[in-house]
């Protein structure tokens, strides 16, 4: 389904698009420029398997800066190397927390039993309450258990960097283009995500499509949708990746 709407959003931002579009200018005034800088804001709202990840319910969150240099001009278009870096970032992880409480009746005697336990998992946390009763077998405890199941969240501030990247813009004659991105590079967080038994350092790797939107030759604003893909490619006693879609905000300038 999040595929479907990033999908929609992306088409419905590629005909406003040709919509506005003006004609055509002069090769030499094309709305291209040699080096760009770009600031961007970024966020998903929950994860959910899409092609490589299977953790469910992480949000991602995060603000950084990008360079690009183009490297070859053709048929109206441009290819540009792109590196990003993304130094402040927040990731996501649902929290279960269970309260169980009851008696417990022993040989000797019956006990009041009370415990609180927190645990972050790839699956989704799911609020429910309930009771557990004990075996009745001679010799043994018995009773019932009540439990409460609530769900939290758990913020972790990581860093991202993107060494790797590129940029195809098309329609580089028009004030407004449609563009394909990429990107390869690493995530290191505080503590270990998307689980306990996963690593603090994963690696990211990232592509999708947007739109920019020249306001001058040097200056442009653009809206984008990524998939987005973290893992530790098993150097951790486990790997559940994540896959995101990312949505994007950002302004560039440059020359």
């Not at 800088?37 to 603000?63: C, H, N």
């Amino acid at each position: 389904m999040r595929v479907r709407i990033c999908g929609v959003v992306l088409l419905c931002l590629l005909f406003a698009g040709s919509a506005v579009a003006q004609e055509p200018v002069d090769a030499k005034d094309a709305f291209s420029r040699k080096n760009t800088w770009t600031v961007f804001a970024e966020y998903s709202k929950d994860s959910t398997p899409i092609l490589m990840g299977y953790s469910r319910q992480r949000k991602l969150v995060d603000a950084g800066g990008g360079y690009s240099r183009r490297v070859v001009r053709f048929l109206g278009s441009d290819l540009s190397y792109l590196v990003e870096v993304r130094p402040v970032l927040f990731e996501s992880d649902p929290l279960t927390i269970v309260n169980s409480s009851g008696t417990i009746t022993y040989p000797t005697g019956p006990v009041a039993y009370s415990s609180t336990s927190s645990e972050v998992d790839a699956g989704k946390c799911q609020a429910q309450s309930g009771s557990t009763t004990l075996p009745t077998d001679p010799g043994f405890p018995s009773g019932t258990i009540n439990y409460v199941i609530t769900c939290e969240r758990q913020w972790t501030f990581g860093q991202a960097f993107s060494p790797l990247g590129f940029k195809y813009s098309m329609r580089t004659r028009h004030r407004v283009q449609p563009f394909v991105i990429g990107t390869l590079g690493y995530m290191y967080t505080s503590r270990p995500v998307p689980v306990a038994d996963a690593e603090a350092f994963n690696f990211v790797f990232d592509f999708g499509a947007g739109v920019e939107v020249f306001r001058s030759d040097k200056r442009s604003i653009a809206l984008e949708c990524r998939y987005h893909h973290l893992s530790n490619k098993g150097t951790a006693e486990v790997n559940p990746g994540v896959d995101n879609l990312m949505f994007k905000a950002s302004y560039s300038f440059g020359r």
